[in-house]
C-alpha cells in the first residue's frame, strides 16, 4: 500500500441545530486506493462528502487533502479533483460534445476536441456525442458526468452513489472504469456506494460509518476475511463424512447438514483445509459454497456494533 495520504480527516463533525449528522469522524485515503465509504442511510456519507467537497462547512474537526489544509488552500486543492454528487446536471437540449466544452471551459480544464473525444470514448459515449443529452439515458448521463469530472485530468476523484439507477450493464461499465482509472491511470478513487456487491468487487480498502461515526476501517480484504463465515460443502458421502469430521478438529466448526451437503462456520483460510482434509479422507467435494459477503459483514458492523 501506498503510504501517501491524499484524504486525511480527524474529529470530522457536523452538527444540524440537534441533529449531529457526522460525529467525530477519523478516516484515511491513500493515493491509488479505491475507497470504499460504506453507512446505512443516514449514516453521515453525503454530509461528509459534501464537507470534503467545501460545499457545507463542518462544525469541528480537520480535513486535509493532498496532505494541506482543505481552508487554507481550497483553490489548489480542487484543481486536482473531479467528483460527481448526486446526479450530474447538463443543458438538456445541447450536445455531449457541447456540455463537455461548455462545462470544461468554465472549470479552465482542456477543452480541445481530442481531449473531449477521449473523454467521451473513455466513457463509451463517442458513438452518440452529437446526440441532445435530453436524448440520453439515466446509465449515459451518469457516464457523461465521469467524463465532465475527468476532463481536467484529477488525481483524486470523489464519487457519490455513482451507480444509483443504473440497470446491471451499466454498473458493470461503470465498475470497469472505475477498476481502468485506478490501475491502468494511477488515479485514487474515493466511492459511496450502497450497493455493497459493487464495493467488494472495486474497492481495494473501505470504512463503514453508523450513526456518523467511525465502526471499521480497513482493508477489504483483511477486513473480510478475518470473518467466520458459513461454507456449504456439497459432497457424496454426508454419513461418512460426518463420522471423519466428529473424529477431526473440524468438529468444531460443524454447524448443520442436510442429504447431501454439509455447513461450516469458517475464516476464508480454513475453507482450503478444510477442503483438502475432506479430500483426503476420500469424500468427494462436488462443490464449496461461501455465503458470506460484504453485505453480511456490513449489516454485522452497523446492527449489532463493532466487536
Known amino acids: ?8 480527516v ?3 463533525t457536523k452538527k444540524f441545530g440537534g441533529l449531529t449528522a457526522v460525529n467525530n469522524l477519523d478516516l484515511n485515503v491513500y ?4 475507497f470504499g465509504f460504506l453507512g446505512p442511510n443516514g449514516a453521515g456519507k ?6 470534503l467537497l467545501s460545499l457545507i462547512k463542518p462544525t469541528s474537526g480537520e480535513m486535509k487533502i493532498f496532505g494541506k489544509s482543505i481552508t487554507k488552500n481550497r483553490k489548489e486543492i480542487f484543481s486536482k479533483i473531479g467528483a460527481i454528487v448526486e446526479k450530474p446536471d447538463f443543458y438538456l437540449y445541447l450536445s455531449a460534445y457541447k456540455n463537455l466544452e461548455i462545462l470544461g471551459k468554465l472549470s479552465g480544464a482542456d477543452t480541445s ?37 475527468l476532463l481536467h485530468d484529477p488525481e483524486l476523484i470523489i464519487l457519490d452513489e455513482p451507480t444509483t439507477g443504473l440497470d446491471p450493464q451499466g454498473m458493470k461499465e461503470i465498475r470497469d472504469l472505475i477498476i481502468y482509472l485506478s490501475r491502468e491511470k494511477g488515479k485514487t478513487i474515493f466511492l459511496s456506494s450502497h450497493i ?33 463465515i458459513i461454507v456449504t460443502f456439497e459432497i457424496d458421502k454426508v454419513e ?24 461450516f462456520e469458517l475464516t476464508k483460510n480454513e475453507i482450503a483445509l478444510l477442503n483438502k482434509f475432506l479430500i483426503e479422507k476420500e469424500i468427494l467435494v462436488s462443490a464449496v459454497v461461501p455465503v458470506r459477503s460484504l453485505e453480511d459483514y456490513f449489516l454485522r458492523i452497523t446492527e449489532g456494533g463493532a466487536k
Not at 31 to 34: A, C, E, L, N, P
Not at 197 to 223: C, F
Open 1 to 8: 500500500m501506498n503510504s501517501e495520504q491524499v484524504i486525511e
Open 10 to 12: 480527524r474529529g470530522l
Open 31 to 34: 493515493r491509488g486506493d479505491v
Open 46 to 51: 453525503s454530509t461528509t462528502i459534501r464537507m
Open 113 to 149: 476536441k481530442k481531449k473531449i473525444m477521449d473523454m467521451l470514448e473513455l466513457v463509451g459515449l463517442e458513438k452518440r456525442y452529437k446526440s441532445k443529452v435530453k436524448t440520453y439515458s439515466h446509465g449515459m448521463k451518469q457516464r457523461l458526468g465521469l467524463a465532465q469530472a
Open 196 to 228: 455493497l456487491h459493487e464495493v467488494e468487487l472495486i474497492a481495494t480498502r473501505m470504512i463503514i460509518i453508523s450513526k456518523g461515526t467511525t465502526q471499521v476501517e480497513g482493508t477489504v480484504e483483511e477486513l473480510l476475511k478475518s470473518e467466520k
Open 240 to 263: 461418512d463424512a460426518m463420522r471423519i469430521v466428529n473424529e477431526s478438529k473440524w468438529k468444531e466448526n460443524f454447524k448443520s447438514t442436510s442429504k447431501s451437503e454439509i455447513n
